[in-house]
């Protein structure tokens, strides 16, 4: 099982090295701009190397929403981030669930979200899997509450299409964490990717506050327990720079035992 940690774009294999993991999650671009990511220099080092790459697309994309302004920008900027992570070789390109407005039709958000995959598909398709994150708030959102996440996926269902389980968003979501990874994988199928984060905010607080995982409001084992239940990589997306995310690998890797 792959350890590692959302980490600086600037050096991300200097960042893994520091930190002894063996995954790194980072940006390409401004994760709150609307910019396209530029070409990296160290493609070729990146791609090569023996660490695990995931990028996260931009917060600003939410390809649900019924608003023209924001959904079809999003649509261009993931097509362009999933270049981009092609790019250097990422294993995967990790996107917010998204949400619809106050007021308006989640079902027409799913059906956005196959919208999306159908605009992909007509310049080739995703050049690298495509992984869906459930996210911790919101009364709208399209991957936060199970019921939902089933219903994204039926409007997926033409498409290959990933699944990233952020476990604090989970707990402050709503869902509990026990057995989640049998309810989730009923509805998607597979867990491509887990995010192991404890939570500042408390069960069900709708609050997307990482905390590192013998911190904050969720009992470590059960992170544990999730991770070992879905036997995917693992990135940390904790507090504490290089040390903080450090700490929480090497308590993983104790907690998982040396066949992990
Ligand atoms: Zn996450």
Redesign the pocket.
Known sequence: MRIGA?VDPTDPLAEAAARDAEAVQFFLADPQGWKAPKPREDADRLRAADVDLYV?APYVINVATLNNRIRIPSRKLLLGHAAAAAAVGARGL?VHGGHVNAGDDLTVGFDNWRKTFAYAADSGGFPLPILI?NTAGGDNACARHLDALARLWDALGDYEVGF?L?T??AHAGGEDLLGLVDRVKAITGRIDLI?A?NSKGAFNSGQDR?DNLTGGTIDPELVVAVIRAAGAPV?V?TPGGTEGQAADIAFLRGQLGPTA
Do not use: F, G, S, Y
Request: hydrophobic fraction near 15%; charge should be negative.
């Open positions: 959302h996260h990790i994150e990233c952020d604090c968003h995010h984060n990482h990135i997306e």
